[in-house]
T-cell receptor, first 117, second 114 residues
Framework: DAGITQSPRHKVTETGTPVTLRCHQTENHRYMYWYRQDPGHGLRLIHYSYGVKDTDKGEVSDGYSVSRSKTEDFLLTLESATSSQTSVYFC????????????????FGPGTRLLVL | GDSVTQMEGPVTLSEEACLTINCTYTATGYPSLFWYVQYPGEGLQLLLKATKADDKGSNKGFEATYRKETTSFHLEKGSVQVSDSAVYFCALRPSGAGSYQLTFGKGTKLSVIP
């Protein structure tokens, strides 16, 4: 299994508070991704990173920011949490962003369950 | 834009029954296609993949064939087990440079009863 951990695994917070989720990898993979999973929507990409300090927006980026100061860590921040951000958040990594053998395969972390009251 | 449509669940089967979960996609060019599985309380795991037309991905008794002519990637298994109970996601990754995003279907929950 790919070495991906997420912290915290569960969090309850109140509307308007800031929240930071952490993804840590031990695979030295270049690409990292944040997804959210909601019933009836599957998984949707929030932000991704293609290197240290290189990030870009995904499909549902509004209300979220990310940072990547080290290869192994990718942080997702909700500046002011809202109830619509209650979800399960998954981090994923891939060795490459290109179609090349197994390099494009994304490996997922165990997820963080966030409840915003 | 790109999209993935998979059959609505939940699907309930008896042990040793045959499984087919339909998946069709809309995308330009030749995307890569994936099936991921999510067991209760866990993250997603890659089950199988195919990167070009007529490729067959297989793993743990599951198979799926990349059909360009019907834009489909149906998941099949000849004899399911209780341990196969999970949510299955079909996904695509567009072809071309800069195509980092996986587009997922909504998932199909499979329950296998003894």
């Amino acid at each position: 299994d790919a070495g991906i951990t997420q912290s915290p695994r569960h969090k309850v917070t109140e509307t308007g508070t800031p929240v930071t989720l952490r993804c840590h990898q031990t695979e030295n993979h270049r690409y990292m991704y944040w997804y959210r999973q909601d019933p009836g929507h599957g998984l949707r990409l929030i932000h991704y990173s293609y290197g240290v300090k290189d990030t870009d927006k995904g499909e549902v980026s509004d209300g979220y920011s990310v940072s990547r100061s080290k290869t192994e860590d990718f942080l997702l921040t909700l500046e002011s949490a809202t109830s619509s951000q209650t979800s399960v958040y998954f981090c994923a990594i891939s060795e490459s962003g290109r179609t090349s053998g197994n390099q494009e395969t994304q490996y997922f972390g165990p997820g963080t369950r966030l409840l915003v009251l | 834009g790109d999209s993935v449509t998979q059959m609505e669940g939940p699907v309930t089967l008896s042990e040793e029954a045959c499984l087919t979960i339909n998946c069709t996609y809309t995308a330009t060019g030749y995307p890569s296609l994936f099936w991921y599985v999510q067991y209760p309380g866990e993250g997603l795991q890659l089950l199988l993949k195919a990167t070009k037309a007529d490729d067959k991905g297989s793993n743990k008794g599951f198979e799926a064939t990349y059909r360009k002519e019907t834009t489909s990637f149906h998941l099949e298994k000849g004899s399911v087990q209780v341990s196969d109970s999970a949510v299955y996601f079909c996904a695509l990754r567009p072809s071309g440079a800069g195509s980092y995003q996986l587009t997922f279907g909504k998932g199909t929950k499979l329950s296998v009863i003894p």
